[in-house]
């Protein structure tokens, strides 16, 4: 944990565009983790990360929302987002995208540099090793392609979880196996994507799991949407709102919530 000695760091809070629109539970169990750590939490005014117009090879859009989010998220000492997909694009890519402008790249690079996906900066950089939650039932992880892959996230968030009380944490099959999502993946190969999330689906039933969590909310909202299809009872939840005991709402999927 952090020595208590040391002044408490501060954190930008990129909420992501999905949370702030579709699920904020997200952004406020992010908050309460930080916070718990010993953090100072704050949510400057933001702008979408740039992902998509990245994704889609519009670089003069991604840049432009790119200065916004490093100008926003200049003065702290750590940024964190609940997101392994745009914490990916903020870390992987913003470095690329200012590649050739020594001023700007130098900002870029600054902010990659202190930007991290919210449970492996939990674990990773401030020493969280257990939390204060309790949740009863089985729950099956899903390794989102960008965390797994371009952030290294895989043990941090089974760990997080082992540590909540009444989870029983059990392993699908292809656990690390893309979802169909893949942001304008699922809008530009809709067939592919949907042939996809069928196979996912598939593995989280034969889990056996009540529950499946993840990292990423665009994963999370094209499971939940597919097994709500489907028929399927299994909840879908984001992997902080169990972390910070924050499952009042209604899981992803249910009744009276949103699904791609």
Do not use: W
Not at 56 to 80: E, H, M, P
Not at 95 to 108: C, I, R, T, V
Not at 170 to 198: H, L, Q, R
């Amino acid at each position: 944990m952090r020595d208590n000695a040391k002044p408490a760091p501060r954190v930008g809070l990129l909420v992501t565009c999905l949370v702030d629109l579709m699920r904020p539970s997200v952004g406020f169990a992010a908050v309460k983790l930080l916070e718990d750590a010993g953090c100072i939490v704050d949510v400057p005014g933001q702008t979408c990360c740039g992902q998509p117009a990245f994704n889609s090879g519009d670089r003069a859009t991604a840049r432009r929302l790119a200065q916004n989010i490093i100008d926003a998220f200049a003065g702290f000492d750590y940024v964190v987002v609940p997101s392994g997909s745009c914490g990916g694009t903020v870390v992987k890519h913003y470095p690329e995208l200012f590649a050739d402008e020594p001023g700007l790249s130098q900002k870029a690079r600054a902010l990659a540099d202190k930007t991290h996906e919210l449970v492996s900066f939990l674990t990773d950089v401030m020493g969280v090793s257990d939390v204060k939650a309790r949740f009863d039932g089985t729950v099956t992880y899903h390794d989102s392609c960008s965390g797994l892959r371009e952030l290294g996230i895989r043990e941090q968030p089974r760990r997080l979880l082992q540590s909540v009380l009444g989870l029983d944490l059990v392993e699908m099959t292809d656990a690390d196996v893309c979802c169909g999502f893949g942001g304008t993946f699922a809008v530009k190969y809709g067939e592919i994507s949907n042939a996809i999330v069928e196979r996912k689906a598939d593995r989280i039933v034969e889990s056996g799991a009540r529950t499946i969590v993840a990292g990423d909310l665009g994963c999370l909202l094209n499971m939940a949407g597919k097994l709500s299809r489907r028929g399927s009872p299994t909840e879908v939840r984001h992997v902080a709102e169990i972390l910070a005991g924050m499952t009042d709402a209604p899981a992803i999927g249910a009744p009276g919530e949103t699904t791609r």
